[in-house]
């Protein structure tokens, strides 16, 4: 054990080393894989934060259903039974909260009577157009993801016998699980992209490496070093420039939100809200400079295993 932490003590020591040897270059490497890990690591922070906001949206989608005009009083009262079975099947959590409400076609015109201001003209049609209809209203439903399980529930109420017209108001709330899905994968092409050019650019420095030490490597051969006391240091190099550039990128990040708050609270205040985007937390963090300096160890691993194999 004692052997294996001395050893790549001793890889890190040489790391650090050949980067104080060319600082500028070094620096210079770290700005251009800051720049590209800065674009996922802000799209990661945006999300992080709009996740939140969509899932806490308080969504009370309605599911109206008219029955056909042949359907007699007696006819439309007894579809509350099958309403209410399909209400419980969603489980106590969500029909404990759900409720039905029948609307007989008396109370509908009168209702809608008093919105339109019409009274004069719809009293001379002299027979109520309007059919009876029930409203479901599906107040359990607190998130995007539940309110997605509403036209399970529709299809469902539109096969019962004597339903001629089903409307569900919850078509906002699947653009939004939509708009949400096409940002994500949108997010995932860019830092899968992003990615291999950070592992290019790492890539392309330890070819720089390799080859301006390909003397030093050579001796060390010679009196009997082996592959992996050899590449060691160059591993630790592209995991450095990697982790480095992972926390200018984030530093970068948190900077930019400074503004953005700024012109999201004069937009926020209008909505009378007080929404702000926060950087992300620790283990989000954490998470991003572990991935960043993968990538950089990718990328020399990549380079190593191309050129030093070349002077055995």
Not at 21 to 44: D, E, R, T
Not at 47 to 66: G, H
Request: aromatic letters at 6%; proline letters at 4%.
């Amino acid at each position: 054990m004692k052997r294996w932490m001395r050893q790549h003590r001793f890889a890190v020591k040489a790391a650090l080393g050949n980067l104080g040897k060319s600082p500028g270059s070094f620096l210079f490497n770290v700005v251009v894989v800051a720049i590209a890990l800065a674009l996922p690591f802000a799209g990661l922070t945006l999300l992080d934060n709009v996740r939140p906001m969509a899932q806490q949206l308080s969504v009370a989608p309605e599911i109206s259903l008219f029955v056909t005009p042949a359907t007699t009083r007696e006819q439309a009262l007894a579809l509350a039974p099958a309403l209410h079975a399909i209400l419980k099947d969603q489980g106590p959590s969500q029909s404990n909260k759900a409720a039905l409400v029948f609307v007989a076609r008396e109370q509908a015109l009168e209702t809608l009577k008093a919105k339109i201001g019409l009274a004069d003209v719809l009293g001379t049609l002299g027979e109520n157009p309007l059919p009876d209809s029930y409203v479901m209203k599906l107040d359990g439903f607190g998130s995007v993801a539940d309110a997605a399980r509403v036209d399970t529930l529709a299809a469902r109420v539109r096969a019962l016998p004597g339903v001629d017209t089903v409307q569900v108001d919850s078509a906002w709330v699947r653009r939004l699980a939509a708009l949400l899905g096409v940002l994500r994968l949108a997010l995932l092409l860019l830092a899968v992209t992003l990615g291999m050019v950070v592992i290019a650019v790492v890539f392309n420095t330890i070819r720089l490496q390799v080859l301006t030490q390909r003397d030093e490597i050579a001796v060390s051969k010679l009196i009997g070093a082996t592959d992996g006391f050899i590449h060691r240091p160059f591993y630790y190099t592209g995991a450095l420039l990697g982790l480095c550039a992972g926390i200018v990128a984030l530093g970068a990040v948190s900077l930019a939100l400074r503004p953005l708050n700024v012109a999201i609270a004069e937009l926020a205040s209008l909505y009378a809200s007080q929404f702000q985007l926060l950087p992300l937390g620790p283990v989000g963090m954490l998470a991003l400079l572990a991935i960043s300096a993968t990538l950089g160890l990718a990328g020399a691993l990549l380079s190593v295993q191309r050129h030093l194999a070349r002077l055995n």
